[in-house]
């Protein structure tokens, strides 16, 4: 029997066998989903070399020359800007199905990030022309259709998550986010990883939570919101949603990445006419390294395009990494209508597709609200969890101790001189700012 010889190929070889040029420094995109690139190529490989194993990767092409039709070359994908080792890569709409956010995704991030020719790839950005818009809903209520429903208009939105994140027994699940709206939150949510554990049914905590919501809106006059998570199996999920809208909620919440953007479209076609409150667990397993992997900007693009209405985006500042300048770029992606380019980000004309509210959360206290409200403006959501039910004197007072700090940062007043007045926000900080 024949020893079976492997045929070796070398870079030099690996190189030359790209069959198409896509290299187009003059083309000027017109109906093209646009992808920003920052590529660091292998070992003795160009980067305009890189470049094209990418693009070619990534549309039409394959790693040897193929006989047969060439037709199609006016949809490969076209290199039309490097500069340093930012590269931005046109797509022609042709090229996806519209409506259809995994082939998209399958295409312009597939198996881009495992070649050879590239040591580090990350996607930076991603833009959507009018064409593609248009099959995707967006946001079923945006950022005014928000502040309508809890008539809430001149100042960010406060909420929390119930703590601890597992473990309780839905009766103390009810009572804990009861407490929270009693304090002067708008929202009250799950946490990511809280579904329908035997020690916390769904049905059974969706039922008392919104009781307790009921019966907080009737003692403080001002409209309250929980958002229940949601996330399973896609088919459960819709059944989980349909009883959300049965029970007179008006959202829910959905963990983005682990259910998949399918799932995350599937949810938004239902049509159920909730606001979808958008998780990001698990992203910083693609986003954090800023050499390789997918962006939280480019995360953020896909969660309005499919149509989230609140979407976590990061702090600045509290437990969770990322730049107060990073998290203002993303939120200006979701929030504004036309978004100018930037160094690290695509412009975009989002067109009739609604905002998304930005949400910030992770490991904050009433102390860092005039930070995120300097920063971050009035159209956010502050989000604590420890920080209001670590509170000394419990759970309501930590929310009132946070509502105090937004009245604070809106009025412009320190929160030292204002907790002069104000004792729960005095004990938050000299809790926490020690």
Not at 158 to 186: F, M, Q
Not at 318 to 327: M, N
């Amino acid at each position: 029997m024949k020893k079976r010889v492997k045929r070796k190929i070398s870079k030099k070889n690996y190189e030359s066998e790209v069959e198409y040029e896509y290299l187009k420094l003059s083309y000027h995109p017109k109906d093209d989903i646009i992808c920003l690139f920052r590529i660091e190529p292998a070992a003795g490989i160009t980067l305009k070399k890189a470049a094209e194993h990418v693009a070619l990767e990534s549309s039409i092409g394959t790693w040897t020359s193929v006989p047969g039709k060439s037709y199609m070359r006016h949809l490969a994908a076209k290199i039309f800007s490097i500069e340093g080792n930012l590269v931005k890569i046109a797509y022609p709409s042709q090229l996806f199905e519209h409506g259809n956010a995994p082939n998209i995704l399958s295409s312009i991030a597939g198996n881009i990030f495992g070649m050879k020719a590239v040591k580090n790839l990350r996607l930076e950005d991603v833009s959507f022309p009018k064409s593609i818009l248009k099959g995707f809903m967006g946001p079923g209520l945006g950022i005014s259709g928000i502040r309508k429903e809890l008539q809430v208009y001149d100042r960010p939105f406060l909420g929390t998550i119930v703590k601890p994140k597992l473990g309780l027994n839905s009766r103390d699940h009810a009572h804990c986010a009861y407490e929270a709206w009693l304090g002067g939150c708008d929202f009250v949510k799950d946490d990511e990883n809280l579904s329908s554990q035997t020690f916390n049914l769904f049905e059974r905590r969706l039922a008392l939570t919104l009781e307790a919501k009921d019966r907080a809106e009737q003692e403080t006059g001002e409209k309250k919101a929980y958002l229940v998570n949601v996330t399973a199996e896609t088919n459960e999920m819709i059944k989980r949603a349909e009883l959300v809208k049965k029970m007179g909620a008006k959202f829910c919440m959905v963990d983005v990445l682990t259910a998949g953007f399918a799932a995350l479209q599937t949810l938004r076609q239902a049509n159920l006419k909730l606001g979808i409150h958008g998780h990001r667990a698990m992203h910083a397993a693609m986003t954090r390294n800023k050499k390789h992997g997918i962006s939280m900007m480019t995360l953020a693009d896909f969660s309005r395009l499919i149509g989230v209405d609140s979407l976590h985006i990061g702090t600045g500042i509290g437990k969770l990494e990322g730049s107060a300048e990073e998290i203002r770029e993303i939120e200006e992606e979701i929030e504004n209508e036309k978004v100018k380019e930037t160094q690290l980000r695509l412009k975009q004309d989002w067109g009739r597709i609604k905002p998304t509210l930005g949400v910030c959360s992770g490991g904050l206290h009433p102390g860092h609200i005039p930070f995120l409200v300097r920063h971050f403006g009035k159209d956010i959501s502050i989000q604590l969890g420890g920080g209001i039910h670590g509170h000394p004197q419990g759970t309501s007072s930590g929310a009132i101790a946070a509502r105090q700090a937004i009245d604070a940062a809106i009025a412009g007043i320190s929160l030292e001189k204002y907790s002069e007045k104000y004792p729960e926000l005095k004990h938050a900080l000299k809790l926490w700012m020690r």
